[in-house]
């Protein structure tokens, strides 16, 4: 199964929140959709490789670009960035206004420094009014670190579950935490990827997660595995 059947692809706007490879799981659907589709951030975002960026486009430029090539980046140059590579911030064309002019918009709408594990402030994530589906990114390294090591901003997972920052993340405890976020309201979440469980060990730990997460009432779906080799499976 690939990955937007596994992860339920709706059209229109869909946003990727979290940490421990957002970008990843962008490219790679971007590149298995099979239809006209959009790349574009709503915080900042290294510009992804492989496919053309347009800067501050009119929408007549990206209706353009996408009879050429089926996959484009749409942003502004984030302040003192340089090159093709340097980091972009939300389009100057809307959201929804990039939803009429391509099939699918796929939205970076988090930032974690990359940090396998994030802990989100009051004005994060930054999901687009216009999102349909939210997919939260988890990144399996991270578990076994200390929450201090591998947590963006770990002080507030401490305070929401009463950990220190010198306690091991393990996956029953970053489990917690993310409930704890979701009941909150802080993040929504259509589907939860477990990333970089590159293997059985990897798999074990995510099962671990996802279990917890259900003896914390979350139902939220669980997927686990490696994006980067189209390899998830539900746990």
């Known amino acids: ?67 050429y090539t089926r996959v484009v980046c749409v942003g502004t140059r984030a302040p003192g960035a340089e090159g093709d590579a340097g980091k972009l911030c939300a389009p100057s064309l809307g959201f929804g206004t990039l939803s009429v002019l391509a099939d699918r918009v796929l939205v970076e709408a988090d930032g974690a420094r990359r940090l396998p594990h994030k802990a989100h402030a009051a004005h994060e994530p930054v999901v687009p009014a216009e999102s349909s589906q939210t997919i939260q990114v988890v990144g399996a390294s991270g578990f076994g670190g200390r929450v201090g090591e591998v947590v963006h901003r770990p002080e507030l997972m ?37 990333n970089q469980a590159d293997d059985q060990a990897g798999i074990e730990l995510a099962v671990r997660f996802a279990a917890e997460l259900r003896a914390c009432g979350d139902e939220t779906p669980v997927t686990a595995g490696s994006v980067r080799e189209h390899r998830l499976e539900l746990v």
């Open 1 to 67: 199964m690939n990955l937007a059947d596994l992860l339920r692809t709706d059209s229109g706007v869909l946003s990727v929140v979290g940490s421990g490879g957002k970008s990843t799981l962008v490219n790679e659907l971007a590149r298995e959709l099979g239809c006209t589709v959009v790349i574009a951030t709503s915080t900042h975002m290294l510009a992804p490789e492989g496919c053309p960026l347009l800067l501050d486009p009119t929408e007549l430029d990206v209706e353009q670009a996408l009879w």
């Open 158 to 194: 401490c305070a929401a579950v009463g950990c220190s920052a010198s306690d091991e993340c393990t996956p029953e405890l970053y489990a917690r935490f993310v409930a704890n976020e979701h009941a909150a309201g802080v993040v929504h979440a259509d589907n939860i990827v477990v």
